[in-house]
């Protein structure tokens, strides 16, 4: 016979077993921007896809990150074509060396993008030539060896 204390007290313990296997997201959405807290997202999408599902539903929705104080080494291919409605994007105080060919591809809408204060020392020609909003460019406080654009 099965004790009902002992079936009342697995019940009670279940929902927070359940509840501790989630994910927290660092990251919050406020209006139509996102900034996650420091030092919790080493890159873009993947880390951002997994810590944050459910912000990735609301994709189409979100015009600004705020990226600054990340664990972030490069700007990936295509890091925020899934979020093609951008105007700004904060990637501040990071330790990004590599902004790679293609990084911002989509992004026809992003008028202000800062990398400042990374370790970015060579950017691909033309990574931003095809951002042909884009009125503000931060790169301050990288050691930039060389850099074109159109």
């Not at 929902?15 to 501790?20: A, E, G, L, W």
Request: glycine content about 2%.
């Amino acid at each position: 016979m099965h004790n009902p204390f002992s079936i009342i007290a697995f019940w009670t313990v279940l929902p927070s077993v359940i509840m501790s296997s989630q994910i927290d997201c660092p990251c919050e959405l406020k209006r139509d921007f996102v900034s996650c807290q420091e030092h919790t997202i080493d890159s873009m999408p993947l880390d951002f896809q997994h810590k944050c599902p459910d912000l990735m539903e609301k994709s189409s929705s979100i015009r600004g990150f705020d990226l600054k104080s990340q664990t972030m080494t490069e700007v990936l291919p295509y890091a925020f074509n899934e979020f093609n409605n951008l105007v700004a994007i904060v990637l501040s105080f990071n330790q990004i060396q590599e902004v790679h060919d293609g990084a911002f591809d989509g992004l026809n809408y992003l008028t202000s993008l800062s990398l400042s204060h990374n370790n970015i020392s060579k950017v691909p020609n033309g990574v931003f030539d095809k951002l042909i909003s884009l009125h503000q460019l931060d790169l301050s406080y990288n050691p930039i060896e060389n850099f074109t654009t159109k």
